[in-house]
């Protein structure tokens, strides 16, 4: 790239040409060339405009539009010369675009800025990411209700302090990960409204002298509406830090997830198996499988808390209303679609094969005394006041500890040791299934109300 050509979009103004260090440093073209699609959708929208308001003539627009067209494709053949000294995706298609159609290149400039080019571009590239990861949540979500409605029966211990807790069924378990996944949905889409405005028009800074009409680019663009303020519009990246922010949570439940399904494919758990393909192995140790999905969501979760960050402290304190800083929105965001996208795939693929190891779950569950507040609650049903009866069942539990019993396991006399209002009737209170069953209204883990949940989740995936 000769100085002459370096410098031909504001060239006027310079007396020598810019250091090739710092044209390096400034230069976004590297990643920014992947809004392409983008850029080219803008400006055949703002061409559009632009006849239609007579800034341009109908055969000045016909030739943009075509010529952006070529552009497009010769970007996806691979064929399309990148340069760094063009510094962005804006000036390399509109330099191309000029080589091509000569001055009527130069005119699609008219009435527009990069300042407010690069923020529609973004606006509409992120809208783009949003459809796509909007579906692959939706698929993780479907994934999760068939499982759940196949385990809405399965009994499992359910944790506090990772202790066995109470039972639960498995199907219940999965739904409390789906209600997670509920909420970053209805987050994303409410984010896609706010990142659905169009900044167009604000220009530079001010708006332009041109006649332009912004409301007629907007519904080219499919847009909700326009930014109402041209100083806003060139400068917020609000809507990519709330992107972010929604991204850092979900994939902060993604490894939460993730942390089960490490522990429960262990060998010390062993409540479910992930097929070979989401594994790998060892490559000293033979025996191991390791569970190398869900740990690198895991672990994904820290880059994306960090792109989260970066982007609030790139917003701090900037001044309106555009500067150069806001180059470095890019790479952050781009980063959290695709790792958000990636763990969301992954997920959605391997949801649906995970297995159960259903006689495991119970057992744990029947080990760990997960009856005893079924116990206590009983006593309460027969008069005894909750306390009392706790104190009751928490020496029938060190009795079983002592012996290496669970309540289910001890027999009736045994059990009238630590009170006499215990009759036959216990041991119906004192099974799993009974146990779960019990727990039968919305929000419980009974079965029934499992089922119930999969038709509600059904029906709020399809809204
Ligand atoms: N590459 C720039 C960005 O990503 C485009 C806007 C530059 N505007 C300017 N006046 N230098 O933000």
Redesign the pocket.
Known sequence: MSDQQQNQLWGGRFSESTDAFVQEFT???GF?RRMYRQDIQGSQAHATMLAEAGVLTNDERDAIIQGLDEIRAEIEAGQFQWSVAL????MNIEARLTDKIGITGKKLHTGR???D???TD?RLWLRDEIALIDGEMTRLMTGLLDLAEREAATIMPGFTHLQTAQPVTFGHHLLAWFEMLKRDRERLRDCRKRVNRMPLGAA?LAGTTYPILRERTCELLGFDGVCENSLDAVSDRDFAIEFCALTALCVTHLSRISEELVLWTSAQFNFIDLPDRFCTGSSIMPQKKNPDVPELVRGKTGRVNGHLIALLTLMKSQPLA?N?D??E??EPLYDAVDTLAGCLRAFADMIPALEPNREVMREAARRGFATATDLADYLVRKGIAFRDSHEIVGKAVAHGVDQKKDLSEMSLSELRQFSDQIDEDVFEVLTLEGSVSARNHIGGTAPDQVRAAVARGREAIGG
């Open positions: 230069a976004s073209v920014d510094e962005d995706v804006h800025s990069r300042n080019q690069v923020a973004i530079a555009y150069k806001n180059q929105d890019k």
